[in-house]
C-alpha cells in the first residue's frame, strides 16, 4: 500500500466568476513510506497546488486522494484532524505561514498541543528546544516573533513545526529555496536522517534541481498543470526524455565562471494557465514541435519499464 | 565589537579623491541594529563595499547574514525598532542616509530601481496593473493616463512581454510567476535608473524562466550602462551573471573581489566552504556545522570562529584588517598574516 496515492486529479480555480484557471490536469502520482518523489517544473505549472491536494488543505474537482489506503475526500473532519498530525506540509513562503503575533516556540510546539495533548508540557518544551536546534536556529530564536527573523529563519521555523510531531508524510514546498548552499546542505542532511530514522515519505515540491538529485528516488516533471515525465530520479537526469525535462536540466548554470553559457532552448512564455490547451503543453516552446502535436491529445505514455514520458518523440534529436 | 574599519585604508579604493568622480554606491561602515525586547540585534556591522558604473555585483552570504537589511538601509526602508545607526552610503556622492524621506523616495524609483524578491508582495492585488504603472509616474509628475499607458506598454515591450494591454488591464493573479517578476522589473525600469537593486529576483522560478529573467535583466542593466546590486543565493547566477561578488558573514563583509577571484580561489574560510557546498553529483553533499553567532550578543573578535576549522589565538580577541591583492580581491581574515610570514 502507498502512503499517498493520487488517481486522475484535476483541480480548476475560478476567477472573478468568468475565467477559470486550469491549475493541475489529470495528474496521478504515488508516495511510499520511507522514499521521496521529487515534483519539479515551471512556476506555476501546479506543484504548490498538488502538495496543498495531496494533504486536503483543497478540494481536487476531480480524482481521489488516498492516504495510508483510506480515501482522504470521503474523510469526516475528526478523521481528517487525526489525519494532520500524520501528515505535514512545509509551506513555500514562510512568512505567510506563520502567525505573526506568536513566539517561535509557540508556532513550534503548536502541532504538538494540537494532536498530542496528552504529553506532559515538560516533555513539550524539550522536543521544541530539540527541533529548535536540529534545524540549526539558536535558542534564543525561540523568543522572537516571526518578523524579527530572515527570509531563511522564518524557513527552518516552519520546517521544525512540521517535523515535531514526527510525521509520516512531509510535503515540502521549496523548503530551502532561500537557504544559503551551506544551511541548505545542513537541512538536507537533517530531513534525509529523519527520513531514515522514521521512515517518512517526502512529496518533496524544487526548483532546485542540484538539491532534488541528491534527495530524490524518484521525479515527477510537471508542465503547466501535467506531468509530463517521470521515473527513477538517476535515470531521469542521466538520460532525459522530454524536451522540457531536457531544457530544463540544461538550464542549469555552472558555478565556474570560465564555462561557457550554453544557448537558451526553451523561447516564449508559457501558455496562460487559462486557457484550456489540447495536445501538448509545451508546443509553441517546444524546439521539436510540429503540427501533429497539437492535432491529437499527448499524454503521459510509459517509456519503459519504470519511466512515462508525455511526449510523441521523446528523446528527439534537437531538443 | 570591533572599531569600525576605515573605507580608505583599502589600496584599490580610489574613487574618493577631490579630483575623481565618485563611485556609484559607497557604502562605509554601515551599521543596522534593531532594539528588541531580547536586547539589540547587530543586523549589520560596519559594512564597506562599492559599485562601480556598468557593472553587475553581487551579494552572497548564509540567510540572517544581513543581506536584505543591508539593502533595506541603502534604501531608508529600514522601520522601527530598526535603526541605521552608523555609517555613509554615498550614491554619486550624495549620502542616502542624510537625506529627507521625500527625497529618498524620489530617488527611489528615479534615480534607483528595486525588484523585490516576491514579485507578488510588491503588486497590489487588488488594483489593475495600469493603474499602479500610473501611480509610480505620478508620484514622479507624469499626471496623464494617456501617457502613462505608453510608458507601460513600452516598459513591458522591454522585459518581452507581448500584448501588453491584456497584462495592464488584468490583476496581479492572473500572471504566473515569471510573468509577474517581469512586470516588477518593467516597473523597476519605468524611470529610467542608473542603478537597479534585486533581492533574490529568481528565486523560486524555474531555470528555463529565471535564465530568460536574468537574460533580461543583464540586457537593461548593459544596454543603458547601468549598474546593478543582484542577491542571490545562487553561486550559479553569481558566476554567470556578476563581474564582483560580495560576501557577508553575521553583518560583516568578510570577502568582496572579481567573481573570478572569489569563486575560483577563495581565501576566506567561510567562502571556502560556501564554494565547497555547491553540490557535484557523484560526491556527497558538505555542510558547514554550527550556526550564525548570536547577534544579540555578538562575539568579539572574527564572527566565523565558532564554526572555522582554521581558528586560532587572535581570531577571539580582534576582528582581522583586511588584506587587498593587487587584482583588488579583500578578506578579512588573521590567516592572512600567517600566510603572509610563510612567504
Ligand atoms: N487560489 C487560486 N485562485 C486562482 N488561481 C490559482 C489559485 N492558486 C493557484 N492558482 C493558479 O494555479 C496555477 C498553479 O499554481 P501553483 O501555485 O500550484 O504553481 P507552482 O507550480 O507551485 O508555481 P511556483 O513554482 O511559482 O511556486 C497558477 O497559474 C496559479 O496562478
Ligand atoms: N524587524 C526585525 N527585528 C529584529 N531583528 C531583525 C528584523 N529584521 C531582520 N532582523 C535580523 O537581522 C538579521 C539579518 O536579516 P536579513 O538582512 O533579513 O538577512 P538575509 O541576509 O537573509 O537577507 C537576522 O538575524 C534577522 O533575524
Ligand atoms: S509532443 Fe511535440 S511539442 Fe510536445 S514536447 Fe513532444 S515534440 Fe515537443
Ligand atoms: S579570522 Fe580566524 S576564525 Fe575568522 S575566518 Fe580567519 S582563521 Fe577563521
Ligand atoms: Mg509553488
Ligand atoms: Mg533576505
Not at chain 1, 481536487?60 to 478523521?79: E, I, K, N, W, Y
Not at chain 2, 543583464?218 to 560580495?246: E, F, I, K, P
Request: charged share 20%.
Amino acid at each position: 500500500m502507498s502512503l499517498l496515492e493520487l488517481t486522475n486529479v484535476s483541480k480548476e480555480f475560478s476567477v472573478g466568476g468568468t475565467t477559470t484557471v486550469y491549475a493541475l490536469d489529470d495528474v496521478s502520482l504515488t508516495v511510499n513510506a520511507g522514499e521521496t518523489l521529487a515534483v519539479i517544473g515551471e512556476s506555476g505549472s501546479g506543484k504548490s497546488t498538488l502538495g496543498r491536494l495531496a494533504l486536503r488543505l483543497i478540494e481536487p474537482t476531480r480524482g481521489s486522494v488516498h492516504f495510508q489506503g483510506t480515501d482522504m475526500l470521503a474523510l469526516p473532519a475528526a478523521g481528517l484532524r487525526q489525519l494532520r498530525a500524520k501528515a505535514q506540509i512545509i509551506f513555500q513562503e514562510p512568512f505567510e505561514s506563520l502567525n505573526p503575533r506568536m513566539r517561535v516556540a509557540d508556532i513550534v510546539g503548536e502541532p504538538l498541543a494540537i494532536h498530542q495533548p496528552k504529553t506532559p508540557a515538560a516533555d513539550r518544551r524539550s522536543r521544541v528546544a530539540r527541533v529548535i536546534d536540529q534545524v540549526g536556529l539558536a535558542p534564543e530564536m525561540a523568543r522572537r516573533f516571526p518578523g524579527e527573523l530572515s527570509g531563511g529563519q522564518q524557513q527552518r521555523v516552519g520546517i521544525a513545526r512540521a517535523i515535531v510531531t514526527e510525521p509520516s508524510l512531509i510535503v515540502l514546498d521549496e523548503p530551502t529555496s532561500s537557504l544559503d548552499l551551506s544551511v541548505r546542505a545542513q537541512i538536507l542532511q537533517l530531513l534525509a536522517d529523519l527520513q531514515t530514522e522514521l521512515g517518512m515519505g517526502y512529496l518533496f515540491i524544487s526548483h532546485d534541481i542540484h538539491t532534488v538529485r541528491y534527495v530524490s528516488d524518484r521525479i515527477a516533471v510537471m508542465y503547466r498543470g501535467r506531468v509530463v515525465e517521470t521515473g527513477p530520479s538517476e535515470r531521469v537526469f542521466a538520460d532525459p526524455q522530454h524536451p522540457y525535462t531536457r531544457a530544463l536540466l540544461a538550464a542549469a548554470l555552472p558555478v565556474d565562471p570560465d564555462q561557457e553559457l550554453p544557448p537558451a532552448r526553451l523561447v516564449g512564455d508559457p501558455v496562460s494557465p487559462t486557457e484550456k490547451v489540447s495536445g501538448c503543453v509545451l508546443y509553441g516552446r517546444c524546439p521539436v514541435g510540429e503540427d501533429r502535436c497539437v492535432q491529437n491529445e499527448v499524454r503521459l505514455t510509459p517509456f519503459d519499464a519504470d519511466r512515462a514520458v508525455a511526449c510523441i518523440k521523446p528523446g528527439a534529436p534537437g531538443s | 565589537m570591533s572599531a569600525p574599519r576605515q573605507a580608505l585604508s583599502r589600496p584599490t579604493n580610489t574613487g574618493q579623491g577631490a579630483d575623481r568622480e565618485p563611485r556609484l554606491l559607497e557604502v562605509s561602515g554601515l551599521t543596522t541594529r534593531f532594539d528588541t525586547p531580547d536586547g539589540l540585534v547587530h543586523a549589520v556591522n560596519g559594512v564597506d563595499f562599492h559599485v562601480d558604473r556598468a557593472e553587475i555585483v553581487g551579494v552572497v552570504g548564509e540567510s540572517g547574514c544581513g543581506k536584505s537589511v543591508t539593502i533595506r538601509s541603502i534604501l531608508g526602508l529600514v522601520r522601527p525598532p530598526g535603526r541605521v545607526v552608523e555609517g555613509t552610503a554615498r550614491f554619486n556622492g550624495v549620502d542616502l542616509l542624510g537625506l529627507r524621506a521625500a527625497e529618498l523616495r524620489r530617488l527611489r524609483g528615479a534615480e534607483i530601481g528595486f525588484i523585490a524578491q516576491n514579485p507578488f508582495s510588491a503588486l497590489n492585488p487588488v488594483m489593475r496593473i495600469h493603474r499602479q504603472f500610473a501611480n509610480i509616474l505620478a508620484a514622479h509628475g507624469i499626471r496623464s493616463d494617456a501617457i502613462a499607458r505608453d510608458r507601460a506598454r513600452d516598459a513591458l515591450a522591454d522585459v518581452g512581454i507581448a500584448g501588453p494591454d491584456r497584462v495592464l488591464d488584468g490583476y496581479a493573479h492572473q500572471l504566473s510567476g515569471g510573468m509577474a517578476q517581469r512586470v516588477v522589473i518593467a516597473m523597476a525600469m519605468l524611470l529610467n535608473p542608473a542603478f537597479v537593486i534585486a533581492d533574490e529576483p529568481t528565486t523560486g522560478l524555474d531555470l528555463t524562466v529565471q535564465r530568460q529573467i536574468l537574460d533580461l535583466i543583464r540586457g537593461l542593466v548593459q544596454q543603458h550602462g547601468r549598474s546593478m546590486l543582484l542577491v542571490t543565493h545562487d553561486l550559479g547566477v553569481v558566476a554567470q551573471y556578476c563581474d564582483r561578488v560580495v560576501v557577508m558573514y553575521a553583518g560583516k563583509v568578510i570577502e568582496h573581489g572579481s567573481v573570478r577571484d572569489v569563486l575560483t580561489s577563495p581565501q576566506h574560510p567561510y567562502t571556502q566552504a560556501l564554494v565547497r557546498a555547491v553540490p557535484r553529483p557523484g560526491h556527497p553533499l558538505v555542510h558547514l556545522t554550527g550556526r550564525l553567532p548570536d547577534l544579540v550578543d555578538y562575539p568579539a573578535g572574527c564572527p566565523f570562529q565558532a564554526r572555522c576549522p582554521h581558528a586560532f589565538e587572535p581570531c577571539g580577541q580582534v576582528f582581522p584588517e583586511p588584506t587587498t591583492s593587487a587584482s583588488g580581491r579583500t578578506y578579512w581574515c588573521h590567516l592572512s598574516q600567517e600566510r603572509e610570514a610563510a612567504r
